[in-house]
């Protein structure tokens, strides 16, 4: 699309080493944000996202398209996240 998108969040809850939760507080593209860590025993843990908004007025006819976008930095951020704790 080759717009860029700036977003300025707030952290509304943060457990360290388990949970954030965020929102967009100024955007062009506002959505809410919970991810949590959870153990399943020593060695390992479930990590956890759940993510909500999306584009309004004419933009949400992107829709389809942006979520795909969302889909593949989520991926991303959790390649990324994986290198990192090896």
Do not use: N, W
């Not at 809850?13 to 965020?22: A, L, M, Q, Y």
């Not at 843990?45 to 989520?74: E, F, Y």
Request: proline share 6%; hydrophobic share 35%; net charge negative.
């Amino acid at each position: 699309m080759g717009k860029e998108i700036r977003s300025t969040f707030e952290v509304t809850t943060f457990e360290p080493g388990r949970r954030i939760v965020i929102d967009t507080i100024e955007s062009t593209f506002p959505i809410h944000v919970d991810r949590a860590v959870d153990p399943i025993d020593s060695q390992s843990c479930r990590v956890s996202a759940t993510i909500s908004g999306g584009p309004g007025g004419v933009m949400k006819l992107l829709a389809p398209l942006t979520d795909k976008m969302a889909q593949r930095s989520i991926e991303a951020d959790y390649d990324r996240l994986v290198e990192v704790l090896k």
